[in-house]
């Protein structure tokens, strides 16, 4: 029953703040599947295997009790209504000349007129951005997806000491300043898909999940050794960017790697394992992705002997 309103007034509020995100659906995982229900609960997260799979299973059972409530009692289905208007005064652009936005400090005025400000998440997708908007020191979670960024500048997030979450997929942008990121203590999560990098910055360490996706980093556009040091690194998405290796060393937090679509034509038999140990296992390492890559999978096959799993790719 609990979860059944939960997930009605979730329903709610996002159906009717119309500024927050398109839910656009991302595939991460091998064995595909939506997310749009598990981003509009759960903004910031991306969703793990079973956390998608016992959202499905809740959100199949609620259902039912759905029609069966609001056609049974007439004042549950009155609260989501109420409920619902509420996000629209938070959002700026609607609040605008109403009276009802209330920034919470000046300086935040201008980003959160244009934008959506939510407690910490900021909210800028498709507002046809140029550039990316100042932020409010204490940011945690930062969407501008679907705008037309074209360059990542050296202060764009400077002293934003609390940012965890970048999120800028579907922009312009193809050059990205070397210190950008430097200086971010939180960060954890960088989504930079379809855009047109050609070079990754300086990475910080406390990263643990990068989308790269759908850009031009080629042949050249990642470092020797970019990913050595981020020892907390767990989803690595470098798929649609005509690769021709694979980045190495791995750190061994790594869960997820990959690396379709590119154009990848070798591997070593010690690209994942170690050939002079033959102990060592890998256990975290359970989704590798190969596949639309000109490589022959075969023609390595000590390569995969450490790992849980079998890469996905071309094996015959
Ligand atoms: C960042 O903070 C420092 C010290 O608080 C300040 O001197 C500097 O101007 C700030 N940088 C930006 C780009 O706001
Ligand atoms: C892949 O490599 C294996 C082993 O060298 C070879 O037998 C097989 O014919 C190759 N497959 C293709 C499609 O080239």
Same mark, same amino acid.
């Given at each position: 029953?609990?979860?059944?309103?939960?997930?009605?007034?979730?329903?709610?509020?996002?159906?009717?703040?119309?500024?927050?995100?398109?839910?656009?659906?991302?595939?991460?995982?091998?064995?595909?599947?939506?997310?749009?229900?598990?981003?509009?609960?759960?903004?910031?997260?991306?969703?793990?295997?079973?956390?998608?799979?016992?959202?499905?299973?809740?959100?199949?059972?609620?259902?039912?009790?759905?029609?069966?409530?609001?056609?049974?009692?007439?004042?549950?289905?009155?609260?989501?209504?109420?409920?619902?208007?509420?996000?629209?005064?938070?959002?700026?652009?609607?609040?605008?000349?109403?009276?009802?936005?209330?920034?919470?400090?000046?300086?935040?005025?201008?980003?959160?007129?244009?934008?959506?400000?939510?407690?910490?998440?900021?909210?800028?997708?498709?507002?046809?951005?140029?550039?990316?908007?100042?932020?409010?020191?204490?940011?945690?979670?930062?969407?501008?997806?679907?705008?037309?960024?074209?360059?990542?500048?050296?202060?764009?997030?400077?002293?934003?000491?609390?940012?965890?979450?970048?999120?800028?997929?579907?922009?312009?942008?193809?050059?990205?300043?070397?210190?950008?990121?430097?200086?971010?203590?939180? $960060? +954890?999560? *960088?989504? /930079?898909?379809? #855009?047109? &990098?050609?070079?990754?910055? !300086?990475?910080?360490?406390?990263?643990?999940?990068?989308?790269?996706?759908?850009?031009?980093?080629?042949?050249?556009?990642?470092?020797?050794?970019?990913?050595?040091?981020?020892?907390?690194?767990?989803?690595?998405?470098?798929?649609?960017?005509?690769?021709?290796?694979?980045?190495?060393?791995?750190?061994?937090? $790594? +869960?997820? *790697?990959? /690396?379709?679509? #590119?154009? &990848?034509?070798?591997?070593? !038999?010690?690209?994942?394992?170690?050939?002079?140990?033959?102990?060592?296992?890998?256990?975290?390492?359970?989704?590798?992705?190969?596949?639309?890559?000109?490589?022959?999978?075969?023609?390595?096959?000590?390569?995969?002997?450490?790992?849980?799993?079998?890469?996905?790719?071309?094996?015959?």
């Amino acid at each position: 029953m609990k979860i059944f309103v939960n997930i009605f007034l979730g329903f709610f509020i996002f159906e009717t703040v119309d500024a927050v995100p398109i839910t656009d659906t991302v595939i991460y995982d091998s064995e595909f599947y939506e997310e749009p229900l598990g981003e509009l609960l759960h903004p910031f997260v991306y969703f793990e295997n079973e956390q998608s799979d016992q959202l499905e299973t809740e959100t199949g059972t609620a259902l039912p009790s759905v029609t069966h409530e609001s056609s049974s009692s007439s004042p549950l289905a009155e609260e989501p209504e109420e409920e619902a208007s509420t996000p629209k005064l938070i959002d700026g652009s609607s609040a605008l000349g109403s009276g009802v936005l209330r920034p919470q400090s000046h300086e935040d005025l201008p980003t959160c007129l244009l934008c959506t400000c939510l407690g910490t998440t900021v909210y800028c997708d498709d507002r046809e951005l140029y550039v990316i908007p100042p932020l409010p020191k204490k940011t945690m979670y930062f969407y501008s997806r679907y705008n037309r960024i074209r360059r990542i500048n050296r202060n764009d997030f400077s002293n934003l000491s609390n940012l965890k979450r970048i999120d800028l997929t579907g922009n312009f942008i193809s050059e990205i300043h070397e210190d950008a990121f430097r200086r971010l203590p939180q $960060l +954890q999560e *960088l989504v /930079l898909r379809e #855009n047109r &990098i050609r070079q990754l910055p !300086e990475l910080p360490s406390t990263l643990t999940f990068i989308d790269i996706s759908k850009n031009r980093l080629g042949r050249r556009g990642i470092r020797n050794e970019a990913f050595k040091d981020l020892h907390k690194l767990q989803h690595l998405y470098i798929t649609d960017n005509n690769l021709d290796h694979i980045p190495l060393p791995l750190p061994e937090s $790594l +869960q997820a *790697l990959h /690396l379709q679509n #590119n154009n &990848i034509q070798e591997m070593h !038999e010690d690209t994942f394992c170690k050939m002079k140990d033959f102990n060592y296992v890998r256990r975290p390492l359970e989704d590798i992705r190969l596949d639309g890559n000109p490589i022959n999978l075969s023609k390595t096959p000590y390569a995969y002997m450490c790992l849980p799993r079998l890469p996905v790719g071309n094996l015959i």
